[in-house]
């Protein structure tokens, strides 16, 4: 039986708990309503143990009676009828102490505490629910505005290539004749006195080097002026010319600095006039074209200070900026990007709200997972509760039965009633007359994912489309799902017995623990085995199963979900088994390929776990009601809906004959392959592509069309006479074997029929194809295990490459064929965030994504080429 955790969901959350809440409030109701009958029934009983014990003063009272007589028969009777009624006060007022006591107090503490839970519980959901909602539409309205920001921006680059394009008919400009100016001669240098001796250019660049390495330089600020870096004091310079340059007397050290003053190595700062003293109070700052000779870089400072250039010596190293150069800074409305062309302003705008409307998409979802979370537990919680009510009730009937029958064993027919009422209570049987009459829908959730606008699906796993999200993979089945598959088959022999084996896909994970392992997939990139390993085998199975749930639509599309309904709404009179297999065989074909690949690889999983543990049927059927939400779902889950079968009925065929519906998708598909066409060339230019494409749309559109004088060809459907070897990923043997019951880890001997190599095949269907010039020129086939090896040996790890392949062969593509498939496309649109959802095979060589869609359309009949390669989208 469903619990209430798994019946009251709905896209909206709130519809399906208000449903629930709803219940529960009028669960409060009919405990007062106990309450008063047990309240109302004590102060009737105090009421008329009252009236009872009146009647003895009464009758007390008349003195003229039955007092004078002693000994008499009739007083004997009169007294003990009196008795009687003293008695019968007693009884009734023990009755009304006994209800208040036993019934009326307790139930009443309970009940407030009861009601109390409800509220706190209803509140806590509902404040979680306002918060989801609130963030529900603020991604709407930042996805708005980052698609808005996106469609001007490209219009305004779509305006900009048509308005700087020169006309067709404009005649050719000649270019403009370059005027050519002599370089300049280069400067030479001169050599320099200093002191009493010349130095030529190099030994200057030395000399400098050296005395900007070992004289100290700092900076001095000057008041009113500014700070001037690079400079030294003279009584520095002095003691340098005296250690290094053999200055005798400090008159020669004195002439030595005046003379790098002259030279314009050197100036005076913080004073007027250019003279050079040996004095510590005198500073004198290295000029540029000291740096520039030394070849060393200049500390440089912007200082903020407004004055005229002329107040220094040369106007070019003065820490003083003009009024033009502080102008030049000034920015009066504190924009951050003051000198953004229009252009670049769009696109960071673009890139801006593409940020905030992934980081809203990313808090939305950590939101929704703790708001299911909640609802999870708090559902629960409430299903415990209502269960506690009910058994209250029928304990407080029972108290209330024996209050009134303990007292009066006259009154044991009222008992012998309420005794049949309390029995006829059933808890358990008025829950599920809730659950099935109210509930509103199974648990499957509604990802609000993060739609990019240019349909990238790089940087999310769940709650994405399976197309989009194989070909971001470059494979069928998409590479989380391959993964987990591979994960547990390399756990299932580190188990002990078939028992933990099969019962991981039945355990009922809790949703915060299979959430978190959500998270760590759904944020990393790249090897997911050091993730899975860090968490519990039932939560890795029950993230796979969560990540079937989150699709936008099941695994077996909802749109075959009347043709399901039908085939099984037949009477077992109206068909037989094999009509209805294959039946089943051409509404699974109508599939995308993905969709057809991944469903294989699951079905392949649970057939060998069911063949190799030897599971009987009660585990077969619990298996299948576990899965049937995960693989088919209606459009719109309602009350007509949440009690069919047809998922389940489809899971458990799927079980019985996966080797006959996929061996025949597989047949079909072989059937379908013709000659390979011509390559054509890759294109390499793609700036004007989407100009090309609307164009030849037009065309294709303006352009009438003749009728085909070849007849259409007609969908085969008898068998390949071909070899066995097909294109199709998965293993086909011919008939199903009965199982035999046995350890999954035992190796079958080499006579034993259960080791034959079919079931010990493992299916490996994302392996890579190798290219050639960036065109595939093999598939790769259908990966088995030797026979010799262990019967749960693990599948390859994904990318590795089989020797054996089958060469493709495709269909000739006509003139016609061309034209029509683009018309016939047509009725496809694309959604961003969403892939092409053709089910035709895509053509080598072709180049875009329109060549790539423009395949069989009219010429070749409807049918599906499943293909292990990776995609080129």
Same mark, same amino acid.
């Given at each position: ?7 009251? @969901? ?6 399906? !708990? ?19 009958? +047990? ?67 307790? =139930? ?42 996106? #469609? ?11 308005? =700087? ?17 002599? /370089? ?22 030395? !000399? ?20 001037? &870096? ?16 053999? +200055? ?14 002259? $030279?314009?190595?050197?100036? !005076? ?6 003279? =050079? ?7 004198? &700052? @290295? ?17 903020? *200070? ?7 010596? /040369? ?14 800074? @000034?920015?009066?409305?504190? $924009? ?61 009937? !029972? ?10 064993? $006259? ?14 209570? &059933? ?24 739609? $990019? ?51 991981? @896909? ?6 915060? +623990? ?26 890795? +199975? ?27 709404? %037949? ?20 599939? #995308? ?10 079905? %392949? ?83 004007? *592509? ?128 061309? #034209? ?54």
């Amino acid at each position: 039986m469903p619990g209430f955790a798994d019946s009251f @969901w709905t896209p909206d959350y709130a519809t399906g !708990l208000g449903v629930l809440y709803g219940k529960l409030q009028q669960g409060v109701v009919e405990n007062k309503q106990i309450l008063t009958i +047990a309240s109302m029934r004590a102060d009737a009983e105090e009421t008329y143990s009252q009236k009872l014990g009146d009647i003895a003063p009464s009758v007390d009272r008349m003195v003229a009676g039955f007092a004078k007589d002693d000994g008499a028969s009739v007083r004997k009777a009169y007294e003990g009828t009196r008795t009687e009624m003293v008695e019968a006060s007693r009884n009734h007022q023990k009755i009304a102490s006994n209800i208040r006591e036993l019934v009326v107090s307790p =139930f009443r503490r309970w009940c407030d505490q009861h009601e109390a839970r409800i509220e706190n519980s209803h509140d806590d959901l509902q404040s979680r629910i306002k918060e989801h909602t609130k963030q529900v539409d603020l991604v709407k309205k930042l996805r708005s505005h980052y698609f808005n920001k996106c #469609r001007v921006l490209e219009d305004l680059e779509e305006e900009n290539k048509l308005a =700087f394009q020169a006309p067709e008919t404009s005649p050719k400009v000649k270019p403009m004749p370059k005027i050519i100016l002599p /370089d300049k001669e280069p400067v030479e240098e001169e050599p320099l006195e200093i002191g009493d001796r010349v130095y030529a250019p190099e030994d200057l660049k030395m !000399l400098l080097v050296h005395m900007l390495d070992n004289i100290r330089l700092g900076e001095i600020k000057v008041p009113i002026i500014g700070t001037y &870096q690079n400079t030294s004091t003279g009584a520095d310079i002095v003691e340098y010319t005296q250690k290094y340059l053999n +200055a005798t007397s400090l008159d020669y050290a004195e002439r030595i600095g005046q003379d790098l003053v002259d $030279n314009g190595l050197l100036r !005076l700062v913080g004073n007027i006039g250019s003279t =050079f003293a040996n004095s510590s109070k005198m500073h004198y &700052q @290295w000029r540029p074209k000291a740096f520039q000779v030394s070849g060393i870089p200049e500390k440089k400072t912007a200082l903020m *200070r407004v004055t005229s250039v002329a107040t220094s010596e /040369d106007g070019i190293d003065s820490p003083i900026k003009s009024v033009q150069e502080i102008m030049s800074g @000034w920015n009066p409305l504190n $924009n951050p990007y003051p000198n953004e062309t229009p252009a670049e302003k769009l696109r960071r705008e673009a890139r801006e709200a593409d940020e905030r409307y992934k980081s809203a998409v990313k808090k939305l979802d950590i939101i929704r997972c703790k708001l299911e979370e909640e609802i999870v537990a708090n559902l629960k919680f409430m299903e415990q509760c209502e269960l506690d009510r009910l058994k209250a009730i029928k304990a407080v009937v !029972l108290d209330f039965s024996g209050a009134v029958s303990n007292v009066i064993p $006259n009154l044991q027919s009222t008992v012998d009633h309420m005794m049949l009422y309390q029995e006829t209570i &059933q808890p358990l049987g008025d829950l599920r007359y809730l659950l099935e009459n109210y509930r509103t829908g199974g648990f499957v959730p509604k990802v609000q994912a993060y739609e $990019n606008y240019y349909g990238s699906v790089e940087d999310q796993i769940f709650g994405v489309d399976l197309e989009a999200r194989a070909r971001a993979d470059r494979k069928r089945v998409p590479v989380i799902v391959t993964t987990l598959l591979t994960y547990l088959d390399n756990c299932y022999p580190e188990l002990e017995g078939d028992d933990s084996r099969r019962a991981i @896909w039945l355990y009922d994970v809790p949703l915060g +623990a299979t959430h978190h392992l959500r998270q760590a997939l759904n944020n990393r990139k790249g090897d997911y085995f050091e993730v899975l390993q860090k968490y519990e085998i039932p939560v890795v +199975a029950s993230v796979l199963k969560l990540y079937l749930l989150e699709l936008p639509d099941s695994l077996v599309s909802s749109q075959v979900y009347e043709i399901v309904k039908t085939i099984y709404s %037949t009477t077992a009179n109206e068909t037989t088994e094999e009509g209805r297999i294959k039946v089943l065989q051409s509404t699974l074909g109508q599939l #995308r390929l993905n969709n057809i690949a991944t469903l294989d690889a699951i079905m %392949t999983h649970f057939t060998r776990l069911i063949d190799l543990t030897s599971a009987d049927e009660t585990y077969v059927s619990s298996l299948a009601q576990s899965l049937s939400p995960c693989i088919l779902r209606p459009r719109s889950e309602s009350s007509l809906t949440m009690d069919e079968r047809h998922s389940y009925r489809l899971i458990r065929d799927l079980f019985a004959h996966k080797d006959t519906i996929f061996g025949e998708l597989k047949r079909q598909s072989s059937g379908l392959v013709g000659p390979a066409p011509r390559p054509r060339a890759i294109s390499t230019d793609e700036s004007n *592509r989407r100009a090309a494409m609307e164009a030849r749309n037009r065309a294709i559109m303006d352009r009438t069309r003749a009728t085909s004088p070849a007849p259409p060809r007609k969908h085969r459907r008898d068998r390949s006479s071909g070899p066995e070897s097909t294109r199709f990923p998965i293993n086909i043997s011919s008939e199903r074997r009965t199982p035999t019951t046995r350890n999954s880890l035992e190796v079958p001997s080499s006579d034993s029929p259960t080791g034959s190599g079919e079931e010990l095949s493992t299916v490996n269907i994302n392996t890579p194809e190798p290219t050639t010039n960036g065109t595939p020129t093999t598939d790769s086939p259908i990966s088995t295990v030797d026979p010799s090896e262990p019967v749960m040996s693990s599948s390859p790890p994904p990318g590795a490459h089989s020797d054996d392949s089958a060469t493709p062969t495709q269909t000739p593509i006509t003139e016609e064929n061309k #034209r029509g498939s683009v018309r016939s496309s047509g009725i496809h649109s694309r959604k961003p965030g969403l892939g092409s959802r053709s089910s035709f095979p895509i053509i080598p060589g072709e180049s875009g994504s329109d060549s790539k869609r423009s395949s069989i359309a009219e010429s070749e009949p409807k049918g599906v080429t499943l293909e292990d390669k990776p995609m080129d989208d």
